[in-house]
T-cell receptor, first 113, second 114 residues
Framework: AQSVTQPDIHITVSEGASLELRCNYS??????LFWYVQSPGQGLQLLLK??????LVQGIKGFEAEFKRSQSSFNLRKPSVHWSDAAEYFC???????????FGTGTSLTVIP | DGGITQSPKYLFRKEGQNVTLSCEQN?????MYWYRQDPGQGLRLIYY???????QKGDIAEGYSVSREKKESFPLTVTSAQKNPTAFYLC?????????????FGEGSRLTVL
């Protein structure tokens, strides 16, 4: 069965510190992997995506993610967190376009000054 | 500006009433989706539609209904049969012409049952 696990419900980091959000997936086919960010009361915005090629992908707002097939992981990273990064982050997996997507339960990020 | 418009943003309903949430997109996308979001549960798929006049149930379709009469519109009706309808509802669309088919989201509609 397809599933996405985000082990960390909530993470708190200091501004300027590095960040890593974990994502593990279970998917039978070659996965398309995504990270989305959501501010309170808003829709979701795509941060980055992976479907093939270089396993380290760059996204918007200085985020990057690394696909590790052997570990079924797609962790999101940022070298230096800004206060505006405080939000909810969702990892998602999908198949070919137009099919279902599966989302993790999200990780809430708090940034302290 | 291309995008997805959901309305209303906030909606209050009495128990036993049906309510319809609107979702319109001008991205020319074939596929459209409705998700429900509850705290700590992530996004759960209610219904999705890959083409006009066709749609499939997602994981939590009971108590909901949809239609897809036009490519740009995918309204969701929350019926009185939905036992716990208070939630944040998100509409999304995707294009099969995009290699990865990522989802584009609206701003959401918050439904509160009084």
């Amino acid at each position: 069965a397809q599933s996405v696990t985000q082990p960390d419900i909530h993470i708190t980091v200091s501004e300027g510190a590095s960040l890593e959000l974990r994502c593990n997936y279970s998917y039978g086919a070659t996965p398309y992997l995504f990270w989305y960010v959501q501010s309170p009361g808003q829709g979701l915005q795509l941060l980055l995506k992976y479907f093939s090629g270089d396993t380290l992908v760059q996204g918007i707002k200085g985020f990057e993610a690394e696909f590790k097939r052997s570990q079924s992981s797609f962790n999101l990273r940022k070298p230096s967190v800004h206060w505006s990064d405080a939000a909810e982050y969702f990892c998602a997996v999908g198949a070919r376009p137009g099919n279902q997507f599966y989302f993790g339960t999200g990780t809430s990020l708090t940034v302290i000054p | 500006d291309g995008g997805i418009t959901q309305s209303p943003k906030y909606l209050f309903r009495k128990e036993g009433q049906n309510v319809t949430l609107s979702c319109e997109q001008n991205l020319n996308h074939d596929a459209m989706y409705w998700y429900r979001q509850d705290p700590g549960q992530g996004l759960r798929l209610i219904y999705y539609s890959q083409i006009v006049n066709d749609f499939q149930k997602g994981d939590i379709a009971e108590g909901y209904s949809v239609s897809r009469e036009k490519k740009e519109s995918f309204p969701l009706t929350v019926t009185s049969a939905q036992k716990n309808p208070t939630a944040f509802y998100l509409c999304a669309s995707s294009s099969r012409e995009l290699l990865t088919g990522e989802l584009f989201f609206g701003e959401g509609s918050r439904l509160t049952v009084l």
